[in-house]
């Protein structure tokens, strides 16, 4: 008699076959790699000036393996700091009034603004050990990605269609079960692509976050980054070329194990009445999913998280305070503002102390003449990338194909560091004799312009099947199409990407005004260079002054611009 198969509690067979082998040995091999990554970070902080940075590309694996785990140490922190930050600002009215312009200022805030104050933050929490400058490099690597993903999270929650919520209100989910079969699942589709993102746009800012110099402060990282300013410095152009092969081959790796993957599952999350035509889709997922011993075990755990999303949680007591004292809400809103006035006055109270403790008005007046320089740059980028790319992103978005091919080349695009351009950006301007103020520029928008093309992208792969057949039923053709169909399906994506583009582009203009090869260096007018000088010089001062500055600019034009353009996209073009 033979025995019979073993099987799980669940009544899944637990017995493996020939494709859980290979899913085996490949994530085996996954988590060796992490290991063996995350063991070089617990050494002593000596060993980074007695292993200095070496451009024999023998070592790029190493490099890429060490950049790479800390780019997804800093993308785990977004995703939770989204999860967290945008549901409050999302749910909550009176929480909106304070993170949303927080999170504009944040995104504002240079990364040299950030490592300005927390390399030695970090490298106190674990003095004499690698883990310290460790800790600082991913800090600095999530200022740089935990934005966007907010931001669009945000969007997603602000713009559920009604009867989706009507229908959580008649099933009377609680707020936690509807938090992970709702919200989470209708912002999934955006999440996913601006995830994509971010983790490009850590690539752009990972020289500056593994090429550590503030003031008297230096350290200096083993990564690709690294990597890159050494070559730079040096004027090694074979170097510079091996790192751009190097980071092409890593995000071929993360797309095909990591991205692709979570695309193809996320699609079923897609909010429409229809089947879509095309679906995307990813040779892991289908192994994963012939697996048998695997499954069952994934099917186990999604068993358990399941059962967690069906807790009930009590509603926190704070948030009952209103219903026990019978406080007006006109009353909590006028208290409310009152305490963020007051604390917001005393916050600038403090800065403009600090600031005027060695600058004088003249150095504000130069600050904010520096400003608009770059405000200018920032809006005419934006205005072009604008007009490029959301009818590509369109195009590509509407054919799941397409999308799946362009995937990877979209990420390596948005993940080139324009610091890498900098040799022939400066050989040109000088050999041409340019104006650097004008032909500097497009390097401020290289890696932000992205932030455009994949939310558009996201918005067009998330359109309703069924709005595409009716477009087709009405004959909606040409220009009509474009505004009666599609343009409104899309702008919500399309704010939020320009939002983040536009914060972007004030970030990257830190690296973008100041650029060198070798022993030239040309510097363009603005507040980019303003604060980069500052840094340089160990001046804080100025650095904050330079910051405060780029705050207001970037969160006026947020407010004036940006924010009218998302209500009228929530209020008129939302679904449902």
Known sequence: ???????????????????????????????VTIVYGVNKTNVPLTVLDASPIALDPINLPEYALRTTLRMLAAMVASLVFTLVYATLAAKSRRAEIVLIPILDILQSVPILGFLTFTVVFFMNLFPGRVLGAEL?????????????????????????????????????????RRFWRLDVPFAMPGLVWNAMMSMSGGWFFVVASEAITVGDTTVTLPGVGAYVATAIKEQNLPAVGYAILTMLAVIILYDQLLFRPIVAWA??????????????TSWLLD??????????????????????????????????????????????DVVWIAIIFIVSAWIGWRVVDYISATLAWSDVKTAVQDGFYTLARVVVLIALASLIWVPIGVWIGLRPAIAEKAQPLAQ?????????????AVVLIIHFGLNANIWLSPLMILGTQWYILFNVIAGATAFPSDLKEAAQSFHLKGWKWWRY????????????????????????????????????????????????????????????LGIVVMSVFVTLFNRLLWRPMYGFAENRLRLG
């Open 412 to 424: 390596f695009l948005a993940a080139f560091p324009a610091n890498i351009l900098f040799p022939a």
């Open 287 to 332: 192994l994963l999913r012939q697996t048998s011993f695997l499954r069952s075990l994934a099917a186990g755990a999604a068993d358990v998280i399941e059962s967690t999303t069906r807790i009930r949680l009590p509603v926190p007591e704070f948030l009952k305070l209103r219903t026990r004292v019978s406080i007006s809400p006109r009353l909590l």
């Open 485 to 544: 169909a599609i343009l409104p399906g899309v702008f919500p994506y399309y704010i939020t990407g320009a939002i983040t583009a536009s914060g972007g582009s004030w970030n990257a203009a830190i690296v973008a005004e100041v650029a060198s090869w070798g022993d030239h260096k040309l510097t363009a007018v603005g507040l980019g260079s303003y604060i980069a000088e500052a840094t340089d010089a160990g001046d804080f001062h100025r650095v904050v």
């Open 267 to 280: 699609d079923k999350f897609r909010f429409e009445q229809t089947a879509a035509a095309e679906a995307p």
């Open 1 to 31: 008699m033979k025995n019979p198969a073993p099987t799980s509690v669940l009544g899944r067979t637990l017995a493996p076959n020939l494709f859980d082998l290979a899913a085996l040995a490949l994530v085996s091999g996954v988590l």
């Open 136 to 176: 600082a490099s991913v800090f600095a690597i999530f200022t740089s990605q935990a934005w966007n993903m907010a931001f669009s999270m945000y969007q997603s929650l602000r713009n559920v269609p009604k009867d989706l919520e009507e229908a959580a209100q008649s099933f009377h989910l609680s707020w936690w």
